[in-house]
């Protein structure tokens, strides 16, 4: 099994930071890479796929990069709105989620 | 708008069974291949199973097979999964997911239903 490892688990930042969050895979999965914002009590929302493509409608301060078994989720600019939980998840091979970043107020 | 509505999640002994259902409408269902995840409390999400848009095929995690039976109903636009012989360790908020296309990952979620095994 694929194992993902995302770091850091909890991340302090102010509105107009420049976060990132890293995600590491046990094996090769590139580019079959997707990230997700959660917030609490809410599913999973889909942001990137295929490590750096933007989903419909996800506003372009967030951005994915990255191949092999290292991928980065980038926001630029940290909005109101961005506070939550990021998941990153590998479907190279079924479905492997990390453990997840909580983006945290500082 | 594509909506996915999950039911059947509630409180249940161990050994005992559930049967969840997925409710999907505002797009064309047999087009597509479905999924259920589930998240215990504080934990990432985790795939539980995924069934092919005609049905034929399915895969199960390791951590169910044998307890677990996904299945559609295309007419009806369903998904189901029945649960048996449950243990504390499935305690989770299920959601069903569709998977958005070949070579896609998940790109619409229900809100999820939760399931506690409890005695």
């Known amino acids: 099994d694929i194992q993902m490892t995302q770091s850091p688990s909890t991340l302090s930042a102010s509105v107009g930071d420049r976060v990132t969050i890293t995600c590491r895979a046990s094996?090769?999965?590139?580019?079959?890479l997707a990230w997700y914002q959660q917030k609490p009590g809410k599913a999973p929302k889909l942001l990137i796929y295929?490590?750096?493509s933007l989903e419909s409608g996800v506003p372009s301060r967030f951005s994915g990069s990255g191949s092999g078994t290292e991928f980065t989720l980038t926001i630029s600019s940290l909005e109101p709105d961005d506070f939550a939980t990021y998941y990153c998840?590998?479907?190279?091979?079924?479905?492997?989620f990390g453990q997840g970043t909580k983006v945290e107020v500082k | 708008q594509v909506q996915l509505v999950e039911s059947g999640g509630g409180l249940v002994k161990p050994g005992g069974s559930l049967r969840l259902s997925c409710a999907a409408s505002?797009?064309?269902?047999?087009?597509?291949?479905m999924i259920w995840i589930r998240q215990a409390p504080g934990k990432g999400p985790e795939w539980v199973s995924y069934?092919?848009?005609?049905?034929?095929?399915?895969f199960y995690a390791d951590s169910v097979k044998g307890r677990f039976t996904i299945s559609r109903d295309n007419a009806a636009n369903s998904l189901y999964l029945q649960m048996n012989s449950l243990r504390v360790e499935d305690t989770a908020v299920y959601y069903c997911?569709?998977?958005?296309?070949?070579?896609?990952?998940?790109?619409?979620w229900g809100q999820g239903t939760l399931v506690t095994v409890s005695s």
């Open positions: 997911a569709r998977e958005g296309g070949t070579l896609l990952p998940l790109d619409f």
């Open positions: 505002g797009f064309t269902f047999s087009d597509y291949y």
């Open positions: 069934i092919s848009d005609s049905g034929k095929t399915t």
């Open positions: 094996q090769t999965v590139s580019p079959w």
């Open positions: 295929k490590a750096s």
């Open positions: 998840q590998q479907y190279n091979s079924y479905w492997t």
